[in-house]
Structures are given as structure tokens and as C-alpha cells.
């Protein structure tokens, strides 16, 4: 196919501080990494904010920009700044522009007919069940520009049957309008360790020994207050450690105090790719005891480096680890507990863990899955031209 067609995209949700990356930023930062296979096919128009970081983005060469200044603070005023851009002027630009299609990663799109193609991606519909603990005013504007947004995509991506599933469910929406394209993991979590970062990893947690591995977040659906107190029963019965990636809130800190596990649990602070990859590989058992999930990336991460996976059989997770994992089936911390010293303690089940683990974490490469999305944008563009 010789060049032709224009492809904007929503870069804003991966600018920013990379030390407190969400879901949402690190699909964004795969998808756009990834459109530099697709150069030949395609030009791209990529939306940013001058206020915000983009060193970390890998912007395919000779690509167009439309700046906006608005920042990611929260409040009254940016949500109508945010909302008057993606409404008002947005809209313009891209028609000047020339844009064939618009793919938003994230949910706010033009609700109003355009001439271009428009292509949210929908990670989940968590804003719709009790699982989302924000404010009402916050979940409340969500909703809205959800429902408003699929009634004028023409089409809406997201990234689990489990997902496009619940989407049917709360926006009443035709299943024909959603495409699930998963999403892809990093290649830094196939490649093979490094000796040097490994060394540091432990250096950085300050032993040697055996340890359970968490990282994925901090908010009340992931569960790791269950975890911890599983954890207090396993120590009674093994000698290992837990290690905590990511920012934890002041909720678990006071919780590891509580149950006097300050030396059993590490901190390990924010982790680089490349350390999460070493810690996936040296953990004796990656949990991820989340209650939703519209994907679960950090369990598909694990299991592309062949760490056993211990996780719940809430939302998506089954569909993503499919047999690679044991599933611990009620939220309470004696079962997740059991889970866990099953696996630690039956050296074949662990074998077989890891095994699996990596046959599975073939089907999230982004080699083939950045070719899903191409043909997807193709076929919607040529209904249009």
C-alpha cells in the first residue's frame, strides 16, 4: 500500500513524569514505539501538550504535531479547557491537517460527527461498577463522555473479550463496533537477563534470598492489603521476602507496620523496564491479587519472563493467563495464602508455571499485534474515501 492515508494520535496520556506511568500511558508509549514499522504505509499526526515531558517518546521520524498547553492538573477549569480542545479545536486541526483517522487511547473523543475516522481505545468499563473508588463528580463526567464518545466512534478498540463484554453491558452498544486488539508487551521483557542489572536489582533490595514479587499499582481494587496479610500467614511457614515495586501509598505503609512486617517486606521504589524484568526473572512467585482488571499487563509481563504467576480469577486475568497461572478463587487472605505456599512448595507445579508462562506470552508480541491496528485503521479509512 503506497502512502497515503494520515493517522492522528493522542500522545498526551504518555507525556509526563515516567516514574508514575498508568495503563493507559504505557499502551500509548508501545502503540506510538511501534508505528515506526508502519512509516511506510502511513503518515502521523501526533497531539501533545508543550507542558508536559515527551523525551521518553519515540516519535517516528518526520512526524506532524498539534500542541495544546493545558497540563494534567485536575479541577473544574482544566476539565473545561480539556473538554473546549478535544471539542472545539481539535476537531479543526485535524481537518486542516488533513487527518484520514483520529485513534484516542484513552476515552475523550469529538462527540460531534467529523469527516475523519474517529478510534477510541476503551481499556475497560471499571467506571461503571463499584470497583471504581473516585469521586462522584470524576465518575460521573466519565460516564457521560463515555456513552457519548461510543455513540460517535466508528469504531471502538479494546483490549479483552472480558472488556468488550462489560462496554455491551453498560453502553448498550453494538458488539460489531468493538474490535479487541491486545495489547502487546514490551520487547525488553523477552530479551535475556542482564547480568549488570541484575546485580544492581540486588544490590538496590539488599539480599539474596527468595522473595515474592508485586507490582501493578496501589488503589483499593488491587488487593495488596490482601496480599499482605497472606503474606504474614507465609512467613510463619517459609523464610522469604515480599518485594513491593512502584509508589506505595501511606494505606500500606501503615498496613506493613500494622502486621510487623517492616524487615520480611522490601521496597523496592520505582522500577526501570529493565528491572522489572530482572525482578520478574529472580522472583520465586510474581501475585497479582487485583478484583478487575480490563487486562492485567503486569501478569502478561511476568509470564514473558517465565516467572510462575499466582493471580485472581476476577475480570480478565483468566483470559490473559489462560492455564499459566493458579488462581486463587476468594478474597480472602488464609486461600490466597494456601495458593502461594502451593506453589512455592511444589517444585514441578512451579516447572510448569514457568513453562506455559512463556508459550502464552507469545500472543501479547507487538510485532503482530501493531499489524491488527494497521489493517483495522485501512479498513475504516476505504469505508470513508
Known amino acids: 500500500m503506497r502512502k497515503s492515508y494520515k493517522i492522528a494520535f493522542d500522545a498526551r496520556p504518555a507525556q509526563g513524569n515516567n516514574r508514575n506511568i498508568t495503563g493507559v500511558a504505557t499502551y500509548s508509549l508501545n502503540i506510538i514505539k511501534n508505528f515506526s514499522v508502519l512509516v511506510e504505509d502511513f503518515d502521523f499526526i501526533f497531539i501533545i501538550d508543550s507542558t508536559l515531558d515527551s523525551s521518553h517518546i519515540a516519535f517516528p521520524e518526520n512526524s506532524e504535531f498539534i500542541n495544546t498547553s493545558i497540563g494534567r492538573g485536575g479541577g473544574l477549569r482544566n476539565w ?28 475523550i473523543i469529538p462527540v460531534r460527527a467529523t469527516p475523519f475516522v474517529i478510534v477510541p481505545t476503551f481499556l475497560d468499563a471499571i467506571v461503571f461498577t463499584p470497583h471504581d473508588h473516585r469521586s462522584y463528580l470524576a465518575k460521573a463526567r466519565d460516564k457521560y463522555l463515555l456513552k457519548k464518545g461510543a455513540n460517535n466512534a466508528d469504531a471502538i478498540i479494546t483490549i479483552s473479550d472480558f472488556s468488550k463484554q462489560e462496554l455491551v453491558k453498560y453502553l448498550g452498544i453494538d458488539p ?19 547480568k549488570e542489572s541484575a546485580a544492581s536489582c540486588c544490590r538496590k533490595l539488599g539480599f539474596n534470598g527468595d522473595f515474592i514479587f508485586y507490582y501493578g499499582g496501589y488503589g483499593q481494587r488491587k488487593n495488596v492489603k490482601l496480599l499482605l496479610d ?65 487486562f492485567g499487563l503486569p ?10 504467576v499466582v493471580c485472581s480469577d476476577n475480570g480478565s486475568l483468566p ?28 517444585k514441578y507445579l512451579r516447572e510448569q508455571l514457568k513453562y506455559h508462562s512463556k508459550l ?5 508480541r507487538w510485532e503482530n ?15 470513508i474515501i
Open 319 to 346: 483470559e490473559i493467563a489462560g492455564s499459566a497461572a493458579q488462581y486463587f478463587e476468594r478474597a480472602e487472605p488464609k486461600h490466597l495464602a494456601f495458593t502461594i505456599i502451593k506453589v512455592l512448595e511444589d
Open 80 to 107: 473545561i479547557l480539556r473538554d473546549y480542545f478535544t471539542q472545539i479545536i481539535l476537531p479543526q486541526k485535524l481537518i486542516s491537517m488533513g487527518a484520514h483517522l483520529y485513534h484516542q487511547p484513552d476515552y
Open 230 to 294: 497472606a503474606f504474614s500467614i507465609i512467613r510463619n511457614r517459609i523464610d522469604i521476602k515480599l518485594v513491593l515495586a512502584g509508589n506505595i501509598t501511606k494505606i500500606i505503609e501503615d498496613k506493613i507496620i500494622t502486621l510487623n512486617l517492616f524487615e520480611s517486606v522490601k521496597i523496592f521504589g520505582f522500577a526501570k523496564e529493565e528491572e522489572l524484568k530482572e525482578l520478574l526473572n529472580m522472583c520465586s512467585v510474581f501475585v497479582f491479587p487485583s478484583s478487575m482488571e480490563g
Open 299 to 308: 501478569v502478561a509481563e511476568a509470564m514473558a519472563c517465565g516467572a510462575p
Open 176 to 194: 460489531c463496533k468493538i474490535v479487541k486488539i491486545w495489547i502487546g508487551i514490551s520487547e525488553c521483557f523477552f530479551s535475556p537477563v542482564n
Open 360 to 364: 502464552r506470552a507469545r500472543n501479547f
Open 369 to 383: 499485534l501493531i499489524l491488527e491496528l494497521r489493517n483495522m485503521y485501512v479498513s475504516l479509512i476505504e469505508k
